[in-house]
């Protein structure tokens, strides 16, 4: 059974439009992290969370807004889609004290028509 | 500032063939070094790492030793097979930041 949850697997928006990128991790991991692949960037990290807090982010668009409700969940948030945004989305985890051992989602896909 | 190099964006080899797969590294701090395996279709997945000077990572028959001298992290596998394609990627942490500094990856392409 996957251990990290990622919904939808595929998704297709259009410009301008606004989509919600699920993850839910089953690990006890304490710390969370986007990722986005592309053509362009083969990985490419986006944010991190320990414990439900902002740590890191180095995304320079406020279109992505990371939300985390529950311990195990940091879910996506992106506005105003663009064709650039057109990506594989990586959710992944790690357990605190054990930096850079990331476990990935299956990843989401998404493409900006 | 911290990097990561990998040399190789892509490599192709014969089933059996002996695999190298080069990862240098530049760190303002204490390195730990990382090998992630990437399959179609799925994430990355950690194959081993590595903190020490010497230290040897070594998981699915592939092994990587943590030379301080060299700064490098090279992967090899003795004899490699058609389902060990995929992408390799090299990645660095420094003074365990969670924040990990990924080479650009080298797809290896094992030819039939």
């Known amino acids: 059974d996957p251990k990290i949850i990622q919904k939808p697997k595929y998704l297709v928006a259009v410009t301008g439009s606004e989509k919600i990128l699920i993850c839910e991790q089953y690990?006890?991991?304490?710390?969370m992290y986007w990722y986005r692949q592309s053509a362009k960037k083969p990985l490419e990290f986006m944010f991190s969370?320990?414990?439900?807090?902002?740590?890191d982010n180095q995304t320079a668009s406020s279109r992505f807004q990371p939300q985390s409700s529950k311990k195990n969940h940091l879910d996506l948030q992106i506005t105003a889609l663009k064709p650039d945004d057109s990506a594989t989305y990586f959710c992944?985890?790690?357990?605190?004290?054990?930096?850079?051992?990331?476990?990935f989602g299956e990843g989401s896909k998404l493409t900006v028509l | 500032g911290d990097s990561v190099t990998q040399t190789e964006g892509q490599v192709a080899l014969s089933e059996e063939d002996f695999l190298t797969i080069h990862c240098n590294y530049s760190?303002?701090?204490?390195?730990?070094l990382f090998w992630y395996v990437q399959y179609p279709g799925e994430g990355p997945q950690l194959l081993f790492r590595?903190?020490?000077d010497k230290e040897k990572g070594s998981s699915r028959g592939f092994e990587a030793t943590y030379d301080k001298g060299t700064t490098s992290f090279h992967l090899r596998k003795a004899s490699v097979q058609e389902s060990d394609s995929a992408v390799y990627y090299c990645?660095?942490?420094?003074?365990?930041?969670?924040?990990?500094?990924w080479g650009s990856g080298t797809k290896l392409i094992i030819k039939p």
């Open positions: 992944a985890s790690s357990q605190e004290g054990r930096a850079g051992q990331l476990y």
């Open positions: 690990l006890g991991h304490n710390a």
């Open positions: 969370y320990s414990y439900q807090k902002l740590m």
């Open positions: 760190a303002s701090g204490y390195p730990t």
């Open positions: 590595a903190s020490r």
């Open positions: 990645a660095l942490s420094v003074d365990s930041n969670y924040q990990l500094i």
